[in-house]
């Protein structure tokens, strides 16, 4: 069975009218995100979320987190390159969210083969991320189900495991966006479907971590979670689809996707 | 009051002479600058440095930070990501160039609302920083000001940072230097104005880091604390200005700004 | 005496067919390489394996390092930014991979001045390393001599470390590419030589740590290492030479090299 045949799929794409004015509400919200990651993209993480408009923070001590998660708009959780030490912090940081109702993103970067991280994942869950931004392998190893992930990288098509972010989403009360070729999202009933990119995406280390805080940003301007991920996957396919188009290959790529993610006008097509 | 009224301001910028001739003598000393940091922006930090004509290294290991101090020209500590084990190799190192008497500058990072970097700041003043390199937010909290810092940004204007500047340097016996819009250096008595940069630079994450190890060059190639100072502002500026011209967003700006600050020629303005 | 003089030295170059045809299996094979670095430059260097054609990750959790390394390809060791924990989880790393016969390249940057690095540089000999990637300094240094390494960076020209490079081979058994202006590799008998490359490469960090990786691709693909490590230097000269034409300088050189990593075409020079 195809997993999308089942059920009404929304096709979402910039400019949609409601995916400018959220990110123009964002814009306007600057909102402050915190972004827990020890992964070696965190540059272009905050270089990410700077350039499509909001405040993002990496702050690492211990002695730290705690204090600038009560100040935070939004905390993204990102399992790259993580260390026992910094998965005590995230573990305070996702209970010190679930316990305020403070919107938290989880990218259980790498699980599947790594037993200390998709652990660490599996247990995360229970503090109901608001959003969980994943791969196929990612998703289908969230889910309980072996999804063969190959470090960072997936082999699995996104629209297969379209069934398991939706039984994910109902678990954790949350949004679940299954990264691809077609991003999909859902919150466990609607489904929506997001095209573009550019296959350059895939050979750009961090793309898919810069991705999950740019989300962590609309979730910190008060966005609903299903409209935040969703405009945000938009907005991230539409910058990479125009900077795919101007690029000489994954190098140059980089930079103009964070010129395309500035460079979004919220005067077009709202009005 | 305005807080430029109540003394003479010299502005400065490049080419001015002095500064083409502070430029050309880094470049030929090629200082070996340590930049001891955990920030995120380390390698742009480091491609600065080496772009603009030093020598840096981001020695991070506890047994190697000591030995390195004693080789090193100059010592460049960033609070941007501190963790408590990186604050503790940072005192030492502190602590060693205060007593050799090596040139050695404070980016106070983010200080303000986060307690433990902001008590770590003022514990290091005591060490007399050659040089602080501070926004607004950051010199007003150093100053025993409330500062009302947001992350590593700043809502407050240079200018109204001088005077706790000023007080500042006349309490280390170093300089000062606050940056803005305008960039303004002072050592407690003499008050420099630098003009230009680009907006842009508030879109990319280690900026002001990269200025802080570009001063640390100049000061480790010998020059006067206030004339390194003001030479790497102004330099930094410059380079800022042009590949701000030439950017076609945050992400293109980053390594125009490095072309930039290795193409500022010294053979043009002193002949 | 000159140290090329006493031997006959091969020149290598892209598109020599042996190396196009090295690049094609490289990137058919799409090795996952587990790089092991603390490098501030440890996200140019995943760039730099994803533009070339393979699968980097850079695993730092001491429970999956252990784990990483059994489904990894080729292990990268690298000593840019070492700390003392890392250095435990790289020791391991390297014995299991010794044990098992895996292959593994050490680079031992800005050994020399450093003790604590220069020591385990040394004790990770005896675990024989399938490549050691080193400039004159580092080489020498190894080798027991002394080297007069500054930090990163070498004074030394890479033709006067090539007998102790050869010396180093024959003492672990691999393969040593000593880098310069001129690079050279030798299995301790046969010598190569490759030329080409761009001075801006030195203006930018992490290039020597992004060639390690590239190395470790070509390793992991099954490539002998002798062929694998002329292979990668040679494709990295001439990505290196390309994007030099064409950049206004480091900054831009940095994102114009994994283009051309990425563009080199390997449907070319092989028909």
Known sequence: ????????????????????????RMR??????????????????????????????????????TQFA?????????????????????????????????????????????????????????????????????????????????GADTTVDSAAAVDAARALARRTGGVVAVTGATDFITDGHVLRAVGGGHPLMARVTGTGCALGIIIGAFLGAGIAPLEAATSAVAVFAAAGERAGREAGGPG?????????????DTHDGAR
Chains 1, 2, 3 share one sequence.
Do not use: Y
């Open 1 to 24: 069975m195809n997993a999308t045949s089942d059920t009404s799929c929304a096709w979402k794409a910039w400019p949609d009218p409601d995916i400018v004015a959220n990110l123009r």
């Open 28 to 65: 306007e919200a600057a909102p402050l995100v915190h972004g827990l990651t020890n992964s070696i993209a965190a540059m272009f993480m905050a270089n990410a979320a700077l350039a499509t408009g909001a405040s993002p923070a990496m702050i690492a001590a211990g002695q730290e987190v």
């Open 70 to 150: 009560a100040i935070a708009d939004a905390i993204v959780i990102d399992l790259a390159s993580i260390t026992e030490q910094k998965a005590a912090t995230m573990l305070d940081s996702a209970t010190a969210a679930h316990r305020t109702g403070k919107p938290w993103l989880l990218d259980p970067a790498a699980i599947g083969r790594l037993t200390f991280r998709t652990q660490f994942a599996r247990r995360l869950l229970d503090l109901q991320p608001t959003v969980i931004k994943a791969n196929a392998s990612e998703t289908l190893t969230l889910a309980g189900i072996d999804g063969g992930g190959k």
């Open 252 to 264: 140059t790529f980089a930079p103009l996707l964070l010129d395309h993610l500035f460079r979004l």
